[in-house]
Each structure stands twice: as C-alpha cells, then as structure tokens.
C-alpha cells in the first residue's frame, strides 16, 4: 500500500516516480534534495543536541556523515540530537551511528536500513522506537544501554547481527520481529522483554549468559535453527509456550529459571537442559522432543509437570534432582526415559508410558509411586526409604481435555517388565501387576520383604518334551527366576533352556539364597502354593552347587526323584505305586507260605492239672515254579498284608521267613511314599 503525500513532505518528483515523502525542511524540500548551497546553509545551523526531523529522508552514507559531522561537539567529538526523527527514513549505504548521542526520544519507526546499520557505542538517554524498521543488511546494537521503553516491534533483520552486552533498564519489546542470526549475548533484561510471535530463521539466536531481571516473554516464537540460553539468568516469570525450536534444538545448559517457567505446548527438535536450575514450578505440559533431550543434572525446586509431554527419542533425567514435585507426567516417549543418579525428595507419583525406563542408583526420600504403560524398567541400585509403589497402568492415562493419552505407537498394552532389581533394597516396595519374567533379583536386599500383587508374571520352566542325544528330559513346571533360565542355558546341554544372555554371573549359591528369600516373602504374605516354587528352585539350587558336600548332593538328589522336594504329589505316588507293586509281586512268589499252618492244641495230665499245648507248624515256602504260585488265594492274602502296610499296620497273615522281611520293608517305605503325597498335595491347597 502506498502512503498519500504528507502535507508537510518534500513532494519533489522526477518524471515516471513518485514523490518523495521525506519531512520537508525550512527552505522547502526534505535534506536530500535541498541544493547544494541550501544543504549546507542548513547543515551549518545544526549544532549537538539539536532537535532534527529527518522522517521519511532517503539518507546516502555521505549524507548521514555530513548531518553527524554538523552536530559533533568539538569537545568530546561525539555527535549528538535531542529528539530525533527518523520515521521511515532510508538509508541506501552503510549507515554509521557510532558513538552517537540521543539525549531524547529516538524514533526510526519503519525506518529502511538496505545496507550495514552500525550503532555501535551509541548512547540513548530516552525512549527507542524502532518498530517495523527493515534491516537488509548487518546490524550491530553492541554495548548499548536503553535507558527508557526501546521498541523493536514487527522488525525485520534479514542478516546477521547483534545486541551484544547491551543493557535495557526499562521494557524492551521485540514482538513479532523477524530475526535471521542474531545474538543477545551477555545482554542484560531488567525490565520485561518480549519476543512474543518472533521468527528466527537464520543460524541459532544465542541468549548465552543473558540476563532477564523481569518477565521473559518468547510465546509463539518460532526458532528454525535452534536456540542458545546457556548460562542465561531468569529472575523472574519465563515464557515460552506454543514456541520451536528447530534445527539444532535448544539448549538451556546452565540457565537459572527463579521464578516460574512456561514450555508448554512447546516443540523441541533437540532439548539440552543439562545442569539447569528451576527454583520454581516449571511447565512442560504438550510440549514435545523430536530428538534427544537432556536433563541431567537438573535441579527442580518447586512443582514440575510434564503432562501428555512427548519424546520422540531418548530423554535424560541422569543425577537431576527433584525436591519438592508431587506428580510428574504422563509422559511418553518412543525411546528410553533414564532418571539414573536421579534423587526424589518429597512424595511423588511419576507416570509414564515409554520403550524403557531406567532408575538406576535412583533416591527415594518419600514416599512415591511409579505408574507406567509398556516400559522395560530398571531399578538396579535404587534406594527406597519409604513405602513406594510400581504398578502397572491397565488403561491409558486420562489427558488434560478428559480424554485419553494415545501411546498406541510405543508398543505393546502388556504388563511392565522389571529388568533387574540387582542391588536394591526392595523392603519398602510393592509390585503390582508387573512382568518379573527377565527380572534380576540376584544382589536385591531384604528380597524377603518385598511384596507382589495383581499379577505378576514369573518366567517358567521349559514345557514338553526335550532332547539330547539319548537323553530325553521333561522339567517339572514351576516358575523360575530369570538367573536360573540364564545360568541353565549357559550350561553344555541345556535342553530346552533359553535366555537373552549369553554369560551368566551368578552360582547356584546365589540363586539358592535368591530362592529362598522370595520364599518367604511369599510365605509371609500366606501364599503358600506359590512359595512352594521357589522352593523347589532353592532345593534345586542347592542340589547343583558343587561346593556342597556330595552326600547332600545326592540326598537331595534321592529327595527329588521320590517326591520332588516334597511338593510333586505324582511322583511320591508313582513310587507308591511301584512299591505296592514290587511288594504285593514278592509277597505273591515268598511271601505267602505254601499252605495254611493249622495250629495244633495237645493236653497232657499230670495228677489233678490238665495242661494244654499248642503249637503252629513252621509256614512252608512255597514251592514250584514261579507261574504256578500266582493264584487268586495267594493275591487276596499278599494284598491284604500290603493294604495294611501302606497304613503302619499288621496284616496278621502268616508269612514266610521272606515275606516277614518284605512285609517289614513294606510297613517302612510304603507310609513315607504316601507322607510324601500327602505333604505335596497340601502345599499346593494350603492358605
């Protein structure tokens, strides 16, 4: 759009172009198209500190030069204008204000700079406007103090440039600029600034070891190549919400935020916070990481959120501290979250749905609870000082607007797998609904009072049938510590075993140990029946220990070929029934004498006594062959002496001298096989 004529303009005009709206001066045209003589009268009138109107003057370098000249104290040899004018002027070449003095207002509002603006050492004593000014070439603001509003509004720096150790006391307003590579560093903020709706396209706009003393305002600003904060200073609130910061991301290394921080719905190609300080409520509520982002080292003071906040890759909370926050997410992310080192001081609730999750030698100082979605988590090291609680989340977290927190893309809904808990103390923790199936327990501390609800699932033994060589092996089912699956398939012929890992750390030792104080821990919650497999695996455990002494070994290896441990019921009663079997067979072919022993009564009288006399024949082995001996007779009697020896009894049949033996073995062997049934079958019903 192009502006009327100024009833105060130069209006001068050569055929074929407009004309020319700069402030006309005294003699009757603006300063460049004076004549010669009349620009130098006019310029001779000048003296420092002089009122000037150039408004809307096309400026050469030489005609800046000569105006500067004309109003330079002699003395200082500074040149110098009390309120000057220079609304939409044009400067076609270089336009050098060093060292220059504005004692009042300075406007260069929609001022043209098509060549170098350089305002280096000037010194403004009042208000700055350069609003909707264009700089086509490079500018340089450096070490300048604004001591009143400077305003900067819908600029446009089309090259480089610089604010470089500038100082603005009152409020500096950059809203809406459009910057190419620009740098504010070491630049000092005392009153608000505001880059609200801001673009910077050029190289990453370095704010490094800047200070802002009041409100910060970067809302909506848009940083295609990436953005420098490090070591910069905000005392007061910090904005950046619904900003970007692409390209090369942002990086807020070192920066002290002391009041509250705004980065919501912001968008981060790459986020480095490493060893940032946040001394109040911090905000990341949407925002999202398309690239690494780290944390490490960071310190939150105050409240911390991180709802619906998306990482796209990795993101770092690695030795950062949080003292005072009470939830943290639901965050997401496509890769891993990794909070080792990290200390939490207050009671928290974290949520998050993630690939992988790691709380290496993390610290809990409260109490706290961890709900995650679709995560492998890691607490190797992790020091628990209260209750804390780790749970699977079996629905989608509720988002902010009421709906749901989509993580359809990260994986599979299925319960969170604990990695390890290697070097734990877990007394003060409780698992529910959790995947322990690739879990380490193996170093985990007071592992006898940890406590499991919901359901976790533990990794079980080989199924079916198994090969080697002639071998053939079918494992008892129970379930399994992953260190036993490792340790098992490790060894030459692992028939059926496999594990992730290919070496393995632990002893049968150490597994026992394991064994027996997740044991306990179930049996301390009254479950008995699942307290029965780990025991199982610590009997195991201690039968494969070769530093064992070998009659134990082989004790215990008599002890589970018999019953299983005393938990396997089929076993003890196959052997029962084997036993009965082998006794009822001998008691049949010696056992049962030939034919019945009749006892015989004889009297004899001496004087007025009558004395009577019985006596039973010696029982005859039977005799024939073997065949011959296995009669129906003979059965019902070898199985009547065998029914009573199951039960500590006496059949009070007659037997050989044979079947006297075998009954007696019978009445020691056959009561423990049935004990042992027994005591298996009560494992698995007992509450």
């Avoid at 220079?86 to 260069?108: E, I, K, Q, Y």
């Avoid at 006596?615 to 007779?633: D, E, F, M, Y």
Wanted: charged share 20%.
């Amino acid at each position: 759009m192009v502006r009327p004529p100024r009833r105060n303009a130069c209006n001068y005009s050569q055929p074929g172009q407009p004309a020319c709206p700069g402030r006309r001066l005294a003699p009757g045209r603006c300063l460049a198209h004076l004549s010669q003589q009349e620009r130098l009268r006019y310029l001779d009138s000048l003296s420092y500190g002089q009122n000037v109107d150039f408004s809307s003057t096309i400026f050469t370098s030489e005609l800046l030069s000569q105006v500067l000249d004309s109003v330079r104290d002699p003395g200082t040899g500074r040149s110098g204008f009390s309120l000057a004018k220079f609304s939409g002027a044009v400067f076609t070449g270089p336009a050098n204000f060093d060292s220059v003095d504005f004692l009042r207002d300075a406007t260069f509002l929609r001022a043209h700079f098509h060549d170098e603006a350089l305002f280096i050492g000037v010194k403004f004593h009042a208000q700055v406007h350069f609003g909707d000014s264009k700089f086509e070439r490079g500018y340089r603001f450096d070490r300048i103090t604004f001591p009143e509003v400077s305003i900067f509004a819908n600029a446009s720096f089309k090259e480089a440039g610089s604010f470089v150790d500038c100082t603005f006391l009152k409020s500096a307003d950059f809203r809406s600029g459009t910057f190419a590579s620009v740098s504010f560093m070491r630049t000092k903020f005392h009153d608000r600034c505001s880059f609200a709706g801001s673009t910077f396209s050029g190289r990453a706009a370095r704010f490094i070891a800047t200070q802002f003393f009041r409100t910060a305002d970067f809302t909506a600003s848009s940083f295609r190549y990436g953005s420098q904060f490090r070591n910069a200073t905000f005392a007061s609130e910090a904005q950046f919400a619904d900003s970007s910061h692409n390209g090369g991301g942002a990086d807020f290394t070192e920066a002290r935020f002391e009041r509250e921080a705004n980065f919501s719905n912001a968008s981060f190609a790459r986020g480095t916070f490493t060893r940032a300080t946040f001394s109040a409520d911090v905000n990341f509520d949407r925002a999202t990481f398309d690239n690494r982002c780290f944390f490490t080292e960071a310190t939150f003071s105050k409240a911390t959120s991180f709802r619906e906040t998306k990482f796209h890759r990795d993101v770092h909370f690695v030795r950062a501290k949080f003292e005072r926050s009470k939830h943290i997410g639901p965050m997401t992310s496509d890769g891993a979250i990794v909070f080792n080192g990290t200390s939490f001081e207050s009671p928290m609730t974290l949520e998050a749905s993630a690939v992988d999750l790691a709380f290496r030698q993390t610290e809990w100082s409260s109490t706290g609870g961890l709900r995650m979605r679709r995560a492998r988590v890691d607490l190797s090291g992790a020091t628990f000082t209260s209750a804390m609680i780790i749970a699977t989340a079996l629905t989608p977290f509720p988002s902010i607007d009421g709906g749901i927190v989509d993580d359809s893309n990260i994986g599979e809904a299925l319960p969170n797998k604990i990695t390890s808990l290697q070097g734990t103390d877990v007394s003060k923790l409780l698992l529910v609904d959790v995947d322990l199936r690739e879990c380490r327990f193996a170093g985990a501390m007071h592992l006898d009072q940890i406590r499991l609800e919901g359901e976790c699932h533990f990794s079980t033994s080989p199924h079916g049938f198994h090969y080697s060589g002639w071998r053939v092996t079918r494992w008892s089912q129970r379930r399994v510590l992953a260190e036993e699956a490792e340790w098992r398939s490790n060894r030459p012929s692992p028939r059926g075993w496999n594990s992730p890992s290919t070496t393995t750390s632990v002893t049968p030792a150490t597994l026992s140990a394991t064994y027996r104080h997740l044991r306990k821990s179930f049996e301390d919650s009254k479950n008995e029946p699942d307290a029965a497999d780990f025991y199982y695996g610590e009997m195991e455990m201690r039968r494969n220990d070769r530093n064992r002494p070998r009659s134990e070994r082989y004790l215990l290896t008599l002890y589970c070929l018999v019953s299983g441990y005393g938990l396997r019921a089929s076993r003890a009663l196959i052997w029962l029934s084997i036993t009965i079997t082998a006794t009822l067979t001998a008691l049949i072919l010696w056992g049962v004498p030939a034919q019945a022993s009749e006892a015989v009564s004889n009297g004899v009288i001496r004087g007025h006594t009558f004395q009577e006399v019985t006596t039973t024949p010696k029982p005859i082995n039977p005799t024939g062959s073997l065949h011959s001996r296995v009669t129906a007779q003979r059965f019902e009697k070898a199985f009547r002496v065998v029914v009573n020896s199951v039960a500590f009894r006496s059949s009070g049949q007659t037997l050989t001298t044979p079947g006297t033996y075998i009954e007696m073995s019978s009445r020691i062997v056959e009561p423990i096989f049935l004990g042992l049934a027994l005591l298996a079958i009560r494992s698995r019903l007992k509450r």
